[in-house]
Nanobody, 126 residues
């Protein structure tokens, strides 16, 4: 059983930074991809960033490109999201997600992911 546990959320002023972590356990990661999504109150869940567990390619929503960086530490089975220059509109619950092995579909779509964490709240004050 895959378990994803996010941490690192909190309250920060606009212009500040946070780093989210997602500790993954329960399966091998070869062939999978992992991503970050977020959901603000009254809005649908939206894609933030993703990358394959192996390889260097990363994908970002236009709204966070240049400000957020997704990375991983294979030795710790942990995914990170470094968030800089935060804006009030970044306020949301942030979720970590993982695909199954041999996945198909777009990494920008939540339906491609099989496993989800419980979410961590990020609040950016003006």
């Amino acid at each position: 059983q895959v378990q994803l546990v996010e941490s690192g959320g909190g309250l920060v002023q606009a212009g500040g930074s946070l780093r989210l972590s997602c500790a993954a356990s329960g399966r091998t990661f070869s062939g999978t991809a992992m991503g970050w999504f977020r959901q603000a109150p009254g809005k649908t869940r939206e894609f933030v960033a993703a990358r394959r567990w192996s390889g260097a390619s990363a994908y970002y929503a236009d709204s966070v490109k240049g400000r957020f960086t997704i990375s991983r530490d294979n030795s710790k089975n942990t995914l990170y999201l470094q968030m800089n220059s935060l804006k009030p509109e970044d306020t949301a619950v942030y979720y970590c997600a993982q695909t199954g092995a041999e996945y198909s579909g777009s990494l920008y779509s939540s339906s491609t992911y099989n496993y989800w964490g419980q979410g961590t709240q990020v609040t950016v004050s003006p």
